[in-house]
């Protein structure tokens, strides 16, 4: 009975303590958690979700894409009944099972045309305009032609990505693979003479470099110079337009030379006249004056002025190279270099500059560059040649080191030898 | 010719006092006055003309230079390494330009830099040349083990000097070449974290490290060295030099250490002292771009002996064959231990050989290699720890820590 009342006792005192580590009631710490009761919500409703019985697949690519986050469901694509759970009366009613390429347009169209349903999530409601306007669209939507593609061949149907998201099948780094499927089967291309190859000639080039390797997202695709949804060729007359759309000066300096002024009146020239299109290149300068004969007799004025342009450049192109050279030099030498060192940015920037004005074929200009250039260098240079002739200078200190340390060692050595002989041994 | 010579600076001293004016005569007088009464406390003379009658065992020659070389290249590391700390700046902000003023505008600057850097590498090749006569001449047995102890540890401390002051220049070569070897230290089994950890002072090389490199170079060396020569010299003095196997002792008194073994220590050290200057106006020391932790430079271009060994064994036979090299001559240590006998001759004991040659040889071989391979890109990769800290938020992470946001807002 002793013991019974003792247990009582320390059980009286241990409860609240124990209590502290105990877990309160549901209403002593307010969590809110909206997020798990949507989930529980969300879970309750796909339950009742017909669809999902037998198309568990296509819920699971649903879900990844951004559709599902929205709040599109598969009836509001595919119609049926989803609150059945029987087949042949899920599939009833206005049940379009898989979509063709005419039918997923006018699908998608139903809200992305829709500005008021776009206009909350900052997207454009012209695909579908702009897709009228586009070769693909003239195909597909006038002609009835169903190897021109329809939305859901560059945008997966169910897991439908935003183009910044690296899976997307058109994110920067994809689109060109995306466009590939097509463009790089001849059988597909034949009938309407398109050529193949153009993404792995881009891929090559200067801008798939540029995307590729440097990572830079800036840099052109496909879609970059001829649209996406409204997907066409540039004309001749329009080509400067969509490059210098990036290449703002070059096209300023472009449009101000020669070639510039004849643009759209003569042949094909643009800047695809001597950069290519797919397979964009820089021309290097030793080879500006080839590039001229491209288009223009060989010994004309006009070749000419393209090699007195391509000297300019390899002049300038020189000057920067030894300057760089004299900069490492003095770096090495221990010298401070921040002027040199902005000195030669600026010449940097210079070439840039003169780089563009190429463009202009504006040999006046393109001088008083290259002599702003050239003054860079040579007081860069001239520093450079100031510290080799110190150090040299250095070399000289040797002469009397030398001649001391030798006279050192001769006397030295005389004296040991005098001393070593058996005579002065003794003497000593 | 000799005597024609002493007759000429005889006739010259003789003019020299005669043309003198009685001021400096007084302080002349005055300096004897001084001397006088401090050589009466301590008699300098005397101990002095000792040292200079000391007779040397009739063995000691040329060949025993090498621990005297070794020792003047000290004293030129360490007068120069005075005449650079009156200008050097031990700051990740100031280290790389007053490295480059002491190279261009101090008054003969290149020239105690250079001369610096170059005796840290001839005072190597001394050190192991003055240790190979050592080691084939079986002097590090009993009763000298004690010197030889000292001196493995003396090179221990020439190496650690120049591990510690590679990083000092604070460019591009010192600052990556220090992060591979910590790289290498860090991966040393058992103690190589700690001893990373300690030397780095950071997680990487930063200014802690520069800080701590610099107070080991100049405070803590410098004393821990002074005090094992002292050692050193002591032993040596006290059990004299090693006679060479088979010689018979006989009634010769020996060589007097002046004049015969001073003018031959000056002939050495005249043409050592012009060899350094040389190597210094000859070829200098270059500057790397300034350190940096967020860009890998080009190649890494050595300056050091040791450091030319170190690359000829990592690119060769992995990190571990560094380590294996390092354990090997902490080996060295340890073999006065195993081979005790004074009489044997070193051809019989093949294991204690084998050591030796592996060491002295490897080092000469993997310096050759070291130096084929001359500038390298560096193995050793940005720590993601250092982007991490040059990461600019974005401006998602940066809205949702301001806004709040109850989904990605951690619960304290």
Partial sequence: MIRQACFFGVAVVLAPLLGLWAPGPVGARTIELPHAVNLQESNRAEQQYGCLVCHADKRRAHQLGVHSDRGVRCHDCHGGDPSSFEAVQAHGGNFKGSLGKLETVDVCASCHSDPDQMRQYGLSAGQIAELRTSRHGQLLLDEGNLDAPSCADCHDPHTTLHSDDARSGVHPTNISATCARCHDDESLMAPYGIPTGQVAEHRHSAHGIALFEDQNFAAPTCVGCHGSHAALPPDVGEISNVCGRCHVNVRRAFDAGPHGRMEGRAAPLGCTGCHSNHDTERVATDRVADTCVGCHEPGSSETLLGEEVEQVLLRAESEMGRAEEALHELVRGGHEVSDERFRLRAAHTEFRTLETLQHTLDLEQMDDLARLIASASLDIRGKAEVSAEERWERKLFLLPVWFFALGIVFLAGFRLRRISTPNARETH | ?412
């Fill in chain 2, 1 to 412: 010719m000799f005597k024609q010579v002493r007759t000429w600076l005889g006739q010259v001293g003789s003019d020299l006092r005669e043309s003198t004016d009685a001021s400096l005569l007084s302080s002349l007088r005055f300096l004897g006055l001084l001397y006088g009464r401090i050589d009466r406390t301590l008699p300098i003379d005397q101990a002095l003309r000792k040292a200079w009658a000391r007779r040397l065992p009739s063995y000691v020659g040329w060949r025993h230079s090498f621990g005297g070389i070794a020792y003047l290249l000290f004293m030129v590391l360490v007068v120069t390494g005075v005449l650079l700390s009156f200008y050097y700046r031990p700051s990740i902000e100031e280290a790389y330009p007053s490295v480059q003023y002491i190279s261009t505008e101090v008054p003969f600057g290149w020239l105690f830099r250079d001369m610096h850097v170059w005796s840290a590498n001839l005072i190597v090749l001394a050190i192991l040349a003055h240790m190979a006569r050592v080691f084939f001449t079986g002097a590090y047995r009993p009763p000298r083990e004690t010197s030889w102890l000292i001196g493995v540890f003396l090179l221990f401390i020439v190496l650690a000097f120049g591990g510690t002051g590679y990083l000092l220049p604070w460019d591009q070569w010192a600052y990556w070449t220090t992060t591979e070897v910590m790289n290498v230290v860090r991966r040393t089994p058992i103690v190589g974290g700690t001893l990373a950890g300690f030397l780095t002072g950071d997680v990487f090389v930063s200014g802690a490290t520069l800080s701590r490199f610099f107070a080991l170079h100049v405070i803590v060396l410098p004393w821990a060295a002074f005090g094992l020569l002292v050692l050193h010299f002591v032993v040596v003095r006290k059990h004299g030099t090693a006679p060479p196997r088979g010689f018979v002792a006989d009634e010769s008194p020996g060589t007097p250490f002046y004049p015969d073994h001073l003018f031959r220590m000056v002939i050495v050290s005249a043409l050592v002292l012009a060899i350094a200057v040389s190597l210094a106006a000859m070829f200098p020391r270059a500057i790397g771009d300034p350190a940096t932790p967020f860009e890998l430079p080009d190649g890494l271009v050595s300056s050091w002996i040791v450091v030319d060994v170190s690359l000829g064994l990592i690119r060769t036979m992995g990190v571990w064959g560094f380590v294996g090299f390092s354990a090997l001559g902490l080996l060295l240590v340890i073999l006065p231990l195993v081979d005790r006998d004074p009489g044997a001759s070193l051809r019989r004991k093949t294991l204690v050989l084998g050591v030796g040659l592996l060491f002295f040889l490897g080092f000469l071989a993997f310096w050759t290699v070291g130096r084929q391979i001359g500038a390298v890109p560096p193995s050793a990769v940005i720590e993601s720890s250092i982007l991490d800290e040059r990461a600019v938020p974005t401006p998602d992470t940066s809205d949702s820590e301001q806004s709040g946001d109850p989904e990605t807002r951690q619960e304290p």
